[in-house]
């Protein structure tokens, strides 16, 4: 948008629809985890940032899930979840 310093972050959007499925639908349960390293990533050091991703990226790996952000989109990197 012109004069608007260009797109708006990702918070600051209203999403008009719900994030593309990671895959199809498992026949059993579904678990979901949630790391929280106690302080905001906007507030947190890159170190743990990148701390909290490598773990995400761990769980999901050793049982078979997939890691997402905060915002429901898969992630394959640590470097995903640092502040933008």
């Given at each position: 948008m012109p004069g608007m310093g260009?797109?708006?972050r990702v918070p600051a959007m209203k999403l008009m629809f719900a994030p593309p499925p990671v895959g199809a639908m498992r026949s059993r349960p579904q678990h979901h985890w949630d790391l929280n390293a106690g302080i905001s990533a906007t507030h947190a050091?890159?170190?743990?940032?990148?701390?909290?991703?490598?773990?995400?990226?761990?769980l999901a790996r050793e049982s078979g899930g997939v890691a997402l952000d905060m915002l429901g989109f898969p992630i394959s990197s640590a470097d995903d979840l640092l502040p933008r």
């Open positions: 260009g797109a708006p050091p890159r170190e743990l940032c990148l701390k909290v991703g490598q773990a995400t990226l761990a």
